[in-house]
Structure formats: C-alpha cells, structure tokens
C-alpha cells in the first residue's frame, strides 16, 4: 500500500512546522482566515513557506476567498497548493483554478450520506476534502474538532482523491483509517493543547498512529 498522506493544519510557528515534518508530514496547512485562531499574517506565512521548502508542501487555506487576497498572498508567500474551505461554488473553484494555476482541494462538509455526492459538482480539482460539516451559524467552518460518522464513508470510492478530516486525533486515526479507507489525512484541533497551539508530542504520535493504520 502507499504511505498515507498526512496534512498537518493551522501550523503558525517554525517550532510546530519542524515538529510535523520531522513527524513524517508531508502537507502543512497555513490559514488564511482573519476569524480563526490559527490564522497567519503574510510575513509570517511567508517565512514559513520558506523554511518548508523542499520538505512539505504548503497548502494555503481559504475561506471563500476573492482574487485580490489570493493574488496578495500568491505574491509574498509560497503555496503548493490552496484548499478552498469555505461556501465556493463550482462555478467559483473552477475560476479559482484558472486564475491562479495551482492544485485546488475543496473541502465539502459532511453529515449525512447524501453530503458526499456534493464531490460530484467539483470535477477537476486535485483533490476533494470531506470535514464534518459545522451546525449553522459556526464561528468557523473548520478546525472545529467536530467529527464525520466513519460509517458514512466505509469504502467509500470516488474518481477524484478525497482526505478525511473532521475530529481526528492521535487516539482515533487508526480506527478512522480502517473504517473508511482513507490514504490521506487532515488534522488541526486534535494535535493542539489550546485552539491554534499545536503539541509537538500529539504531532508525532498522529503521525506514527496514521503510519500505523495506513
Ligand atoms: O483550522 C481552522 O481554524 C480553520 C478555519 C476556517 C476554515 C477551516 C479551518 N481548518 C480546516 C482544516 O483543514 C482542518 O484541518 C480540518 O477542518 C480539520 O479540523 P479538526 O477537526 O480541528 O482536525
């Protein structure tokens, strides 16, 4: 089997960056969202863009951002890839893909079976991102914690590559893996010890128990 992909999201500081890399992350996730509590700056993303280089890649995280922001950040900071996070239509992720010409991975929220055929309306971009969907009204639309009902996605196939993500931490990723079949996964609050400080112990141990199952 391949090695699993492992995002590690909301990186904010080169200590927690190292942390995941040296943990076997292969994508960091950098959020450019005022509202959240792992937001960063554009020099501060920047620098950490810089010293991922050649080791992961970035992907800059956005929530229904317009072309001035995204040019913006394009400009001063290095992304591999940029996860659309927020309500874009496809109409939106396809403009989004031919203006800026990098991999586009949107996240779809989920809470019912009938939430996954959404991946159906976004042909075309790298890949699709399957998050608990937040209760109306939600401060954010993710990094909440909440969790997907595995059993939703149990062999779950799709022509585009999909992530799991919602929820997951050190203790349940193994079990996540095994119930959906996932090969790539995304984490955020699970590897924190308060919203937005990332734990260099919880990284290590997400990452060996994903290798782990994977
Ligand atoms: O992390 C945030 O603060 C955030 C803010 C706005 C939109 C998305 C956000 N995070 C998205 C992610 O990629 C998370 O890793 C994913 O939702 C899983 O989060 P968690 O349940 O905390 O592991």
Redesign the pocket.
């Known amino acids: 089997m391949a090695r699993i992909g492992i995002?590690i999201?909301?990186i904010s500081d080169r200590a927690s960056l190292d942390a995941a890399i040296g943990a076997g992350a292969d994508h960091i996730?950098l959020?450019f969202?005022a509202?959240?509590?792992?937001?960063v700056g554009i020099e501060q993303a920047a620098a950490l863009a810089h010293h991922a280089a050649g080791r992961a890649k970035i992907v800059g995280?956005f929530?229904d951002p317009d072309g001035d922001f995204l040019g913006q950040i394009r400009q001063s900071v290095h992304l591999d890839v940029i996860?659309l996070?927020?309500k874009e239509s496809p109409a939106r992720v396809a403009q989004v893909m031919a203006a800026q010409g990098l991999p586009v991975w949107k996240?779809i929220g989920v809470r019912k079976s009938a939430d996954l055929d959404a991946a159906r309306d976004y042909q075309g971009v790298a890949r699709i991102?399957f998050?608990?969907k937040p209760p109306e009204g939600a401060d954010?639309?993710?990094?909440?914690?909440?969790?997907i009902d595995w059993s939703l996605m149990a062999g779950y196939r799709h022509s585009i590559p999909w992530i799991l993500?919602?929820?997951?931490d050190p203790r349940n990723v193994g079990e996540a893996i095994q119930a959906t079949g996932a090969d790539f996964v995304?984490?955020?609050?699970?590897v924190e010890s308060a919203p937005g400080v990332k734990d260099a112990a919880r990284i290590a141990a997400f990452c060996e128990a994903a290798r782990a199952a994977g």
Not at 35 to 39: A, G, I, L, W, Y
Not at 140 to 147: D, I, V
């Open positions: 995002k999201c909301g996730g959020v969202f509202k959240s509590p792992r937001n995280l929530v996860q996070h927020g996240a991102l998050d608990a954010l639309p993710g990094g909440t914690g909440l969790r993500a919602g929820g997951l995304d984490v955020s609050s699970g």
